[in-house]
């Protein structure tokens, strides 16, 4: 009783770490692109996109060494010194140059490989078969705290209704996502695969809801136009209603996918969890940086296209996994 306590205390101690390394994180890079571009500063030249995907371009290939990492050192201090990469990355907007800025790009990249490989060591090592569902669902519910706040934080520093609307119609939707779901997903969904895919499926609905309304809300043109206002008109009169929804159900749909991807990893690699978090932190990463450097030249609908038929393969990918499982584990107990 007393270990299963500890563990339960680990984990909560793990979400709420990463809640406040993240509240501070998400609201950097919820505003850096339009900070960045406010600022009267002719010798700065970064650009928020372009730091974002050096971070998940880095972050990508240091998975490749996280495990080597996370085994010499241990799982506590890789989590430890990566925290201190990412409070230099918030430090460098007090005075930003453009080098240091995208020099502490780079590092936070690899802290952030080092961060989530521990992450993933550290939860399977203070979970088993019974618990993983719950404690993937309590990590990311604590997680996902951070990005409320860093959001909230973003809406408060708004000027008014009139302000939102503005920046709506110029394509400029900084809090993208609602955080939602996810620690409920990961207490309705123990023990039972049949629950783990149906709320994948979910996910990936949602997901699809959010990016039609986001094709009908926003201009097609918003993600290449920066300096003036969009030269498109969406089908609908932009709403900030729509798009606080659209970011719900992003929110919401990204629950499902995490609460559920960590614990399928979770089970299946039980005793090979630092290598297979790396890896899946590793193709996740190079997705975003790609995703990173194309978002500001490719029109909207191109995007909304590609999220939605990688979407549809991803769950697809995830429903032939878990049928494999489901094989494996009939095939044991004949």
Same mark, same amino acid.
């Given at each position: ?9 680990? /984990? ?5 770490? &990463? ?20 600022? $009267?500063?002719?010798?700065?030249? %970064? ?15 240091? $998975? #490749? ?8 050192? %241990? ?14 990355? +918030? ?59 860093? $959001?909230?934080? /973003?809406? #408060? ?16 939707? !900084? ?15 123990? $023990? ?20 039609? #309304? ?11 136009? &920066?300096?003036? =206002? ?9 709403? =900030?209603?729509? =798009? ?12 499902? &996918? ?5 614990? +399928? ?24 940086? /790609? ?26 990918? &995830? ?10 584990? !009939?095939?044991?107990?004949?």
């Amino acid at each position: 009783r007393s270990m299963a306590d500890k563990s339960t205390y680990n /984990v909560v101690i793990l979400g709420v770490g &990463f809640l406040l390394i993240f509240t501070a994180f998400t609201t950097c890079g919820n505003v850096e692109q339009t900070v960045l571009k406010g600022l $009267n500063n002719s010798t700065f030249s %970064g650009s928020g996109y372009h730091s974002l995907g050096i971070i998940y371009g880095v972050f990508s290939f240091s $998975n #490749l060494l996280a495990p080597t990492v996370v085994t010499v050192i %241990g799982a506590k201090l890789t989590m430890f010194l990566s925290g201190l990469l990412y409070s230099g990355y +918030i430090a460098v907007f007090i005075i930003p140059s453009t080098w240091s800025f995208y020099l502490t790009s780079a590092l936070i990249g690899i802290g952030a490989a080092l961060l989530w490989t521990a992450q993933g060591h550290f939860l399977v090592e203070n979970s088993e078969a019974s618990t993983i569902n719950r404690n993937t669902g309590m990590f990311w519910a604590l997680l996902q705290c951070s990005m409320l706040f860093g $959001n909230l934080y /973003v809406y #408060l520093d708004w000027n008014g209704k009139a302000e939102i609307s503005g920046r709506i119609r110029r394509g400029s939707a !900084d809090s993208s996502r609602i955080p939602s779901g996810g620690g409920l997903f990961g207490l309705l969904c123990r $023990n039972s695969r049949f629950r783990r895919t149906s709320v994948v499926f979910l996910g990936m609905v949602v997901h699809f809801i959010a990016s039609y #309304l986001i094709f009908l809300n926003i201009p097609d043109d918003a993600p290449i136009v &920066f300096e003036s =206002a969009s030269q498109k008109s969406p089908y609908l009169t932009p709403s =900030a209603s729509i =798009a606080l929804l659209c970011s719900f159900l992003l929110g919401l749909g990204d629950s499902c &996918f995490n609460t559920q991807l960590y614990s +399928i990893l979770g089970h299946v690699y039980a005793e090979q969890s630092t290598p297979a978090f790396a890896i899946f932190k590793f193709i996740q990463s190079v997705s975003a940086a /790609v995703a990173f450097f194309y978002s500001g030249y490719l029109l909207l609908m191109w995007q909304l296209l590609l999220l939605v038929i990688l979407g549809f393969t991803g769950t697809l990918c &995830f429903f032939v996994v878990e049928r494999m499982q489901d094989f494996t584990t !009939d095939l044991q107990e004949d």
